[in-house]
């Protein structure tokens, strides 16, 4: 069965209102696409054949991306290119798919992912930045966690945030982070959000959180 | 922007992609080329709705008009309902995000009495006035169809207008005469009077109901020169009416996330109990070239991975194998899953079965509807109890171990042995099982009976029965559960006893009835069909607010001579022929389908033409 599939990496983006749709409904809406585009995807070999789909990092409810992974596998050689538009002329508005390639990197591969915030102009979130330079000079930065093995745990993320950056454009405030991702060690922006906001007991006005980036240890593009 | 501050706010509630829009197959249009906009409401949450297949036809079909723009509405689940208060949102469609109070049309569909609370809601997050009298411009206009439409008394007072029967021609119909009438700057009254003239149009302003002395009607008199009496409106060949090429494909999992063929509509069998089994008679059907053309082109539009057929009664199309093998062969070849509901078990052979072995099916599910023959007969549900085993006998060869029942309690002429009935059935199901020497290996039988309360609705042979009171159903449910032997292979479910009276009352209920929603809904009732949200105690306060009570038009038996609420609507389905239906119930005797032969129901006389096209 292997020998007649040709793994295909795409990466995509998910914005706008898209990104109301969860990770759950994103598979499925996935799923219906490449019907749609009558794309000769392979399907799982057992009694219940499936899509093959893999999302190597989910991405929150919420949160936009422009830098969105998923594995899927053809039965047929089409060109890349064509993968690709006849993909996208099936996606609903808010998902495109930016590139369509050969999977180089595996998925154990990945260990960090960057995020940018905007933080817009309003009273609601007068010094922001401020706040954001206190919180991330922390020598210990303690948030709970839940793990489905261990319950509630209390773990220290400073390591965890590889870089940052606050600046400001359009009169907004932006946060540039990088933080761990992939099986080692994963933290979600929202963790780090929510500790920022129980810090200071705030709640922030219409933040937007986008993923940029995937990124290898090596700081190579996860591709 | 009303859709960005939506976009703010949403992620606070649950679901939020019922509210945001953006959906595949979603119909956006420049709103400066339009000349009539319609908000479709379902007065339910999005999952719901968006699973309901009427709302697909209608939208597609006034959306296929360029210069009519339909859009979706949904009942806000309470979180957002509260959301939207608070931040002034008013209802808006999900396709452009303007409130539905510009619109010209305001249209509700009305599947189920529970419904009704949630329609004056939406009228009230519309910012739209909820009384139909307080409304005095020309839009929106408030319309509402769908089968509880049958009865709409209980809504005269908030609609506008109803429409009657099946919506592709009249929904046109109506928006044209709007649009000529806008153009002439009509006024209100100037518009529903000239709609009134339309066939299927009933403007309940314009008829005067009086009451005799004991509640019951004594008069409805129609004025505006509106018709004494409103005929419903049907589709007459099923092969050419419109039939969407594709649905909008919901992002969040809705209750049947699927695509959806209509294979028939009406139903040959004239089960006494069963409203929709009248209402949407005569029986027509889709031809299987039809049927499998449009399956393809769904599937293929949507790329649903599942796609079903949706009828009363599947099972009596007359060409169902030719139909079910072309669908079996499109749908294993595209990985599709075809799910068969409503198959009758009186027709369920070998054959068929080894064809629907063939697509993935996790159980099977039968509705015998009552526990012996006898009530069976009354109720004109021509299943007997060999044909139930002998089902159940080829199922079980084919490997099914789970079996699902649907039964009723509390129907006309039932007794304690009729109850006894349900339990002795299904254990004679579980010892079938285990007397197989070939039954699935190493495998239990369950059995899940699921019991209804009957309700009586309007146009059906029971219209005239009383419903049980809620002790009596209470009692006979209690010694339904304390007739099972077998516990660990039989499991039983129902209603909310106080929810079915409620129904009764609803589906049977007057213009009186009107002000008993208003003031329910102002009590805080809302989604009355959530077990969670439903609230019987306020419902009972809001019925003797009105100084009305629920047992007058739930369990008080009609006479056949008396005025009902519904009389002036015609359903095709003649009044002497439920009252001869109701005498042939009482004396257990049966009516053969109209297969079989003409039980001269009204309808093919009012239609000009025999039932099944020739």
């Known amino acids: ?223 | 922007m009303l859709q960005e501050k939506i976009e703010q706010l949403v992620l606070n509630v649950t679901k939020p992609a019922r509210y945001t829009g953006g959906e595949f197959g979603s119909v956006i249009k420049d709103k400066s080329k339009v000349d009539v906009r319609f908000a479709f409401c379902f007065p339910d949450v999005y999952d719901v709705g968006m699973s309901h297949l009427g709302m697909k036809i209608l939208y597609s079909l006034k959306n296929a008009r360029e210069n009519f723009w339909c859009e979706r509405v949904f009942a806000p689940w309470p979180d957002f309902e509260k959301v939207m208060r608070e931040n002034d949102i008013p209802l808006y469609g999900l396709e452009s995000f303007e409130p539905i109070k510009d619109f010209d049309f305001i249209g509700f569909t009305l599947q189920y009495e529970l419904s009704y609370t949630n329609v004056l809601n939406m009228l009230d997050l519309s910012g739209v006035p909820v009384l139909a009298k307080d409304r005095h411009e020309l839009s929106p206009i408030v319309i509402a169809g769908g089968p509880c439409v049958c009865n709409p008394e209980p809504l005269a007072d908030f609609i506008d207008i109803f429409v009657l029967g099946e919506g592709e021609e009249l929904n046109l119909e109506l928006m044209d005469l709007y649009l000529e009438m806008k153009k002439l700057k009509a006024s209100k009254e100037e518009f529903l009077t000239a709609a009134s003239k339309i066939e299927g149009v009933y403007v309940p302003s314009f008829y005067d109901v009086l009451y005799n002395d004991d509640g019951t009607i004594k008069s409805v008199t129609p004025s505006h020169g509106a018709p004494a009496v409103i005929k419903k409106r049907i589709i007459k060949d099923m092969d050419k009416v419109f039939y969407p090429k594709d649905f909008v494909v919901p992002f969040t999992e809705t209750v049947h996330d699927r695509a959806v063929v209509e294979v028939l509509r009406g139903c040959i069998r004239g089960c006494r109990f069963c409203q929709a089994g009248f209402i949407y008679r005569p029986f027509r059907e889709k031809s299987s070239e039809t049927i499998f053309e449009e399956a393809k082109a769904l599937c293929e539009s949507t790329g649903y991975e599942e796609v079903s057929l949706s009828s009363l009664s599947t099972s009596d199309h007359s060409d169902i194998s030719t139909m079910l093998n072309t669908l079996i062969d499109y749908t294993e070849n595209e990985k599709v899953n075809l799910s068969l509901p409503s198959l009758r078990i009186d027709n369920f052979s070998e054959e068929l079965l080894e064809k629907i072995k063939k697509v993935r099916k996790s159980g099977l599910t039968f509705a015998p509807e009552a526990g012996t023959q006898r009530m069976r007969n009354v109720i004109n549900k021509n299943v007997d109890e060999e044909e139930i085993m002998s089902a159940c006998k080829i199922a079980f060869e084919g490997g099914y171990t789970t079996v699902k029942l649907y039964f009723m309690l509390g129907l006309p002429t039932e007794t304690d042995e009729d109850i006894v009935g349900i339990a002795e059935t299904a254990e004679r199901i579980v010892n079938l099982f285990y007397s197989m020497p070939n039954r699935p290996r190493g495998k239990h039988i369950q059995i899940s009976i699921s019991v209804a309360t009957f309700v009586p609705k309007p146009f059906t042979p029971f219209e005239f029965e009383p419903q049980d009171t809620v002790s009596e159903i209470e009692r006979k449910q209690h010694l339904l559960l304390s007739s099972i032997k077998s516990r660990k292979n039989i499991s039983v479910s129902w209603h909310k006893v106080n929810v079915s009276i409620l129904e009764a009352a609803l589906a049977k209920g007057d213009r009186r009835i009107g002000d008993v929603i208003y003031k329910a809904w102002k009590k805080g009732c809302i989604f009355d069909s959530w077990d969670e949200f439903y609230n019987f105690s306020k419902w009972q306060e809001s019925f003797s607010d009105s100084s009305l009570t629920m047992e007058f038009y739930a369990n008080r038996k009609l006479r056949y001579d008396e005025v009902f609420p519904w009389d002036h609507l015609d359903y095709l389905v003649s009044k002497e022929f439920f009252i001869k239906e109701n005498k042939k119930a009482k004396m257990s005797e049966t009516t053969p389908n109209c297969r079989l032969e003409c039980s001269a129901c009204g309808v093919s006389k009012k239609t000009g033409g025999a039932c099944f096209g020739g």
Not at chain 1, 64 to 82: A, G, L, Q, W
Not at chain 1, 165 to 173: A, L
Not at chain 1, 194 to 203: L, M, P, S, T, V
Request: aromatic share 12%; with cysteine.
């Open chain 1, 1 to 223: 069965m292997e020998d007649n599939r040709i793994h295909v990496r795409a990466i995509f983006s998910k914005k706008g209102r898209a990104k109301f749709i969860s990770h759950l409904d994103l598979l499925r809406c996935i799923q219906r696409s490449m019907k749609r585009a009558k794309l000769p995807v392979w399907y799982t070999q057992g009694f219940n054949p499936r899509v093959y789909l893999m999302f190597p990092l989910a991405l929150s409810l919420g949160l936009s991306s422009s830098y969105e992974v998923m594995d899927f596998s053809v039965t047929e050689n089409i060109p890349f290119e064509e993968i690709k538009e006849r993909f996208n002329n099936a996606l609903p508005e808010g998902l495109r798919i930016e590139k369509i390639t050969a999977p180089i990197k595996k998925h154990t591969e990945i260990a960090y992912a960057e995020y940018v915030l905007t933080f817009p102009d309003v009273s609601e979130n007068s010094g922001i930045k401020e706040k954001l330079y206190e919180f991330l000079s922390l020598p210990i930065i303690n948030v709970e966690k839940f793990s489905k093995k261990k319950g509630n745990i209390t773990t220290d993320i400073k390591n965890d945030i590889a870089d940052y950056r606050i600046f400001e454009s359009d009169g907004n405030v932006n946060l540039y982070i990088k933080l761990s991702a992939g099986t080692e060690r994963n933290i979600g922006i929202n963790t780090v959000t929510d500790a920022f906001k129980k810090a200071y007991g705030i709640e922030f006005f219409d933040l937007s959180i986008e993923r940029t980036k995937i990124l290898c240890e090596n700081n190579e593009d996860f591709i």
